[in-house]
Nanobody, 119 residues
């Protein structure tokens, strides 16, 4: 089992930046593919970004490329999501997730952190 705890959410003005963190515990973090998802009010949860255990493969929701950056520190068992040039439509609950396989569904989920972008 992997336990995930997000932090770093909050209220920010449009054009601002936030960095989300996700601390993992419970088993070997190094072998876990980590990702970020978000869910806006009234909408389905959507994929934001994912990173393999060694950081060599990174994927993003196409519309977020260039503004969001995912990274990880395996020594600190932490994954990050740097969000720049934030827009009101980025307002959502952001979830950290992990999976043990290279493909397939994400098995482990955090409780989520709220990001609110004001116009």
């Amino acid at each position: 089992q992997v336990q995930l705890v997000e932090s770093g959410g909050g209220l920010v003005q449009a054009g601002g930046s936030l960095r989300l963190s996700c601390a993992a515990s419970g088993r070997t973090f190094n072998n876990i593919v980590m990702g970020w998802f978000r869910q806006a009010p009234g909408k389905e949860r959507e994929f934001v970004a994912a990173i393999t255990w060694n950081g060599h493969s990174i994927t993003y929701l196409d519309s977020l490329k260039g503004r969001f950056t995912i990274s990880r520190d395996n020594n600190e068992n932490t994954v990050y999501l740097q969000m720049n040039s934030l827009k009101p439509e980025d307002t959502a609950v952001y979830y950290c997730a992990g999976r043990s396989g290279s493909t397939g569904p994400f098995e482990y989920w955090g409780q989520g952190t709220q990001v609110t972008v004001s116009s």
